[in-house]
């Protein structure tokens, strides 16, 4: 089965980095499209960045755009998120995420999140 586990997390000061791991198993991860999400308590989960299955396409929300890069390592199976200039208003849990159609159904995969705190 399709499992997403992320890892990097932690606390960081104001204009630090960090940089988030996501390790893949159950699906051949070289052919899907990657996502990392945020969510704050109270809010919904937002997307943050995505790439498509061979890494020659990202896209972000402005709000990250020229600060983070994400990244994928094919044959680690493993999908990165380069987080740079971090602000408070970054702090959030960061989810790593996937998808795939069963005919018409899409189903949405999610790893257990990791929490970003940035604050001095």
């Known amino acids: 089965q399709v499992r997403l586990v992320e890892s990097g997390g932690g606390l960081v000061q104001p204009g630090g980095s960090l940089t988030l791991s996501c390790a893949a198993s159950?699906?051949?991860?070289?052919?899907?499209?990657m996502s990392w999400y945020r969510q704050v308590p109270g809010k919904e989960r937002v997307l943050v960045a995505s790439?498509?299955?061979?890494?020659?396409?990202?896209n972000y929300a402005d709000s990250v755009k020229g600060r983070f890069t994400i990244s994928r390592d094919n044959a680690k199976n493993t999908l990165y998120l380069q987080m740079n200039s971090l602000k408070p208003e970054d702090t959030a849990v960061y989810y790593c995420?996937?998808?795939?159609?069963?005919?018409?159904?899409?189903?949405?995969?999610w790893g257990q999140g990791t929490q970003v705190t940035v604050s001095s």
């Open positions: 995420s996937t998808y795939r159609y069963r005919g018409s159904m899409r189903y949405d995969y």
């Open positions: 159950g699906f051949v991860f070289s052919t899907y499209a």
């Open positions: 790439i498509i299955s061979t890494g020659g396409s990202t």
